[in-house]
Nanobody, 120 residues
Framework: EVEVEESGGGSVQAGGSLRLSCVAS?????MAWFRQAPGKEREGVAI???????RYAESVKDRFTISKDNGKNTLYLQMNNLEPDDTAMYYC?????????????????WGQGTQVTVSS
């Protein structure tokens, strides 16, 4: 069992930045960020595997950076040049196994989410 808790959301104007954090109750090899906008399905944003492998959704590549402090069991998502379309509830998720997948059903542990709102 792994517990994860997100923080760092907020409201910013387009072009601004935010950094999300996710603290896990113990080291987890495979962690990711997802987001869900009102009326839309939950979608994968970025994955961090092990000690540095990463994968990004095309919509956030070159704007978002996922990183992890394994000593603190903390996952981060640095979001730069935010756009109104980035407005969503952002969730941290963890899973066992090494597949770098954005499939929601493959993740076993989820946080409650943190809201990100970007105004134009």
């Amino acid at each position: 069992e792994v517990e994860v808790e997100e923080s760092g959301g907020g409201s910013v104007q387009a072009g601004g930045s935010l950094r999300l954090s996710c603290v896990a109750s113990k080291f987890t090899y495979n962690m990711a960020w997802f987001r869900q906008a009102p009326g839309k399905e939950r979608e994968g944003v970025a994955i961090h595997l092990g000690y540095g492998l990463t994968r990004y959704a095309e919509s956030v590549k070159d704007r978002f950076t996922i990183s992890k402090d394994n000593g603190k069991n903390t996952l981060y998502l640095q979001m730069n040049n935010l756009e109104p379309d980035d407005t969503a509830m952002y969730y941290c998720a963890a899973r066992f196994g090494s597949a770098m997948t954005f499939a929601v059903e493959e993740y076993d542990f989820w946080g409650q989410g943190t809201q990100v709102t970007v105004s134009s």
